[in-house]
């Protein structure tokens, strides 16, 4: 199926740990984003890439960085893992940046101990 | 700093009612909204985009109005169903200083429709 694949799905980590979030869409699209969930702060914004070889910062970037791999990969990497990462973690990709018409992975749900 | 705001945070009702939920925006410098749902620890699905040119889109019992002088948007659901039962996002395209648009993503409506 057609989509945004996310992996892994569950992840624990102990603090200091590192760690990479895969993400891939198959829908060519040009845009993809990160985003973390947390209750009662709603999705915000990690990084986000407007097109291949290109990576910029959201709201909440510290801690984390990205690559854009190729046009259909956009990883997010935890370099030393810390408890306030607990969270989950989604992608999600648009055909440009500001298009809407996002479509989004299942969601990594990461718990740092 | 541009913010989306959605209210009621919570809601439950009875199968069959006509239910209107809300998102409002501080900035009324959009490219588009966007509508979603999200069922309990899954990720989001889409419902309804509209364009800053667009008034409302519609798709089934859902229609979705826009009004960018008001700051508002509204999700309009029809004889609400259980399967209606989720949390319903708003995510709003602002045009960012430097010609980026960035989406900003209100904090939701948990739906549920009881039988």
């Known amino acids: 199926n057609a989509g945004v694949t996310q992996t892994p799905k569950f992840q624990v980590l102990k603090t200091g740990q590192s760690m990479t979030l895969q993400c891939a869409q198959d829908?060519?699209?040009?845009?993809m984003y990160w985003y973390r969930q947390d209750p009662g702060m709603g999705l915000r914004l990690i990084y986000y890439?407007?097109?291949?070889?290109?990576?910029d910062k959201g709201e909440v970037p510290n801690g984390y960085n990205v690559s854009r791999l190729n046009k259909r990969e956009f990883s997010l990497r935890l370099e030393s893992a810390a408890p306030s990462q607990t969270s989950v973690y989604f992608c999600?990709?648009?055909?440009?940046?500001?298009?809407?018409?996002?479509?989004f992975g299942s969601g990594t749900r990461l718990t740092v101990v | 700093k541009q913010e989306v705001t959605q209210i009621p945070a919570a809601l439950s009702v009875p199968e069959g009612e006509n239910l209107v939920l809300n998102c409002s925006f501080t900035?009324?410098?959009?490219?588009?909204l966007q509508w979603f749902r999200q069922d309990p620890g899954k990720g989001l699905t889409s419902l309804l985009l509209?364009?800053?040119?667009?008034r409302e889109q519609t798709s089934g019992r859902l229609n979705a109005s826009l009004d960018k002088s008001s700051g508002r948007s509204t999700l309009y659901i029809a004889a609400s169903q259980p399967g209606d039962s989720a949390t319903y996002l708003c995510?709003?395209?602002?045009?960012?200083?430097?010609?980026?648009?960035?989406?900003?993503f209100g904090r939701g409506t948990s739906l549920i429709v009881h039988p």
């Open positions: 999600a990709s648009s055909e440009s940046l500001g298009a809407g018409g996002y479509t």
């Open positions: 829908m060519n699209h040009n845009s």
């Open positions: 890439s407007a097109s291949e070889g290109t990576t």
């Open positions: 900035d009324s410098a959009i490219y588009n």
């Open positions: 509209i364009q800053s040119s667009q």
């Open positions: 995510a709003v395209i602002f045009r960012a200083s430097g010609g980026s648009y960035i989406p900003t």
